[in-house]
């Protein structure tokens, strides 16, 4: 807990007529370990006050430390010296050091947050420091809390990954995991991660050249293997589904209704395939009657009527003779025939150097290297932290020039409930680069919530954030009755400032329907300026939802729009709908009669 301590001195006279100086002590926690230099030339060291609302003590001149009952005449509160510059070296650094120079360096950046407090830079040297950092305390207004790269921009590399130089690696000897024909498996090499927590698969297995830089991403096995020719077309080489719930019973290109013909083999539970595709000339040979059972598989598809929705299930049932899988729950849109999909996640599709397979229930993972050969002697890393930092209920600190990568889940993630706030966070000149969302921001809001509790003035600002599975920026505030207008009282996330960024590579691998490089719910107060929005699977930039509180659909007086004063300035919106259709660079959406209008 956060120690408020108030330290008086004062002259008074013993009976003898000697001097004293009286120091005072409020403490104002149960307990304290108190550590300080007096200034009159006494060290009271880590002295433990246990239990105490006011302990005061007696200095006489013989600089003996005695008890008294008596207050100190003059009172005023302060705190210990602030600690105004912390170092850490992930190289040399040591946590048993106390941080204060590059000599005496911590180890970790976990360290230096727990040590940090407002007023504090915290000088990151060039390294690999593979943590997850979850601030201790806050800033001020006036006394804001740094995270420096202390070298060049990017030097400083927070990594949620484990290299597999530092697992057990196994080499398969016989097929016990369900191979297909045809794999030795000895090329399969399998380690052990259930130490780590994780509740699925890895998010990234990639190889890293010498310098660190990403030379693959390794792909979790699948159906049809992985490959992209035509840099705009992701869903190119994705098999083509003959119907839903069985074969569409017409060919749509011929018939005279193609639009209509096959509805009644549509579905939005049931796929079915069982022809291999022609075209485009390159597709990979297969179906779903030509895998083994894909049960606890994933099913990834595009919509059939217009390749607008996406989504990714979980395979329930598997009837392969029939070609069709049957999924846990309804996709956007419904699947039929055209439907565009791939399946992955299952150990018979593991037929390709490079894939690998995490089995949930032993927590093993299962890699082909690329090359012949332990994956310990290889430069590959294998994500194992959810967030890289972790900003819930913190306000005014700083990240400058780091690079954050290798999460399963955000590279910076603010996910406050009602009772928590979050003011001025600035991510700046610093670079988000695979994980699942670059910046995650949710405010939960509740009408008997004080005001104040929100996400008030974070800023994005000179930055890369690319290759996000999901998104590069999710801003998204809730609150009662399901984020209804009637029951809207205030803005959970306002006065958010998104300046001169570049998003790329975006969206490819959603978690959900729509792969939106980046969604900013019931936006108020918000600025989007001079980024760079490119390369991504559906929409670039997309403005979700209004609040309106009134009891027309339309024609509305100002008062009655609750969000807006949204400045979207001096922007690039590029080579976006490259896994979709029905979509836009930067779209602006909501529906009536309460979330249209902004």
Known sequence: PHIQLEVGTGVASTESGAKSKRIGFRILHDAVTLGAVLAFGVTLSWLSLWAVNVASYNLNTTGNVMPTNMLPNASVASQAAAVTDLWVDAINGNDGDDGLSPATALRTIQKAAD?????????????????????????TAGGRIFYLAEGEPGTAIIRGSEPASS???????????????????????????????????????AELDGSGEIVDRLPLTREPDWQIVTPWKHHEFWWAADGGSDGAGCDPPTDPDPQNCDIPSRSTTQLTDRTDDVEPPGVEPGNLSTLGNLTGATLVALDTVQGHWGCRPTIVAHDVPAGRVTVDQPCGGVLGWGSKYYVEGAPYLLDSPGEWWYDVDSGHIFLWPRRAGNPAALNIEISRWNHGFNLENRSYITLDGLTIEFFNGSAVTISNGPTAKSYHDTVRDTTLRFANYGA???????????????????TLEDSEIGHMDTQAILLRQWWENNAAADSFTRSGIQNTTILRNEMHHLGFRGDYGKANGSELYFAHRLRFEGNHVHDVAHNGVQFVRSVIQSPQAYDFEPYEIKTGEILIKDNIFERSCQLSTDCSGLKIWGAPPDTHVF
């Open 167 to 205: 697992l057990m690696w196994t080499q398969l000897v016989a097929n016990t995991i369900g191979l297909p024909p045809g794999v030795n498996p000895t090329d399969i090499y399998y380690a052990d991660l259930s130490s780590w927590g994780l509740d699925g698969p890895p998010r990234f297995v």
């Open 440 to 458: 995650y921001l949710h405010q939960a809001v509740r009408s008997d919530s004080p005001a104040e509790n929100m996400i008030d003035g974070f």
């Open 115 to 139: 040590m940090a407090e407002p007023g504090t830079k915290v000088h990151i040297l060039p390294g690999v420091y593979r943590e997850s950092v979850r601030p201790t305390s806050s800033g």
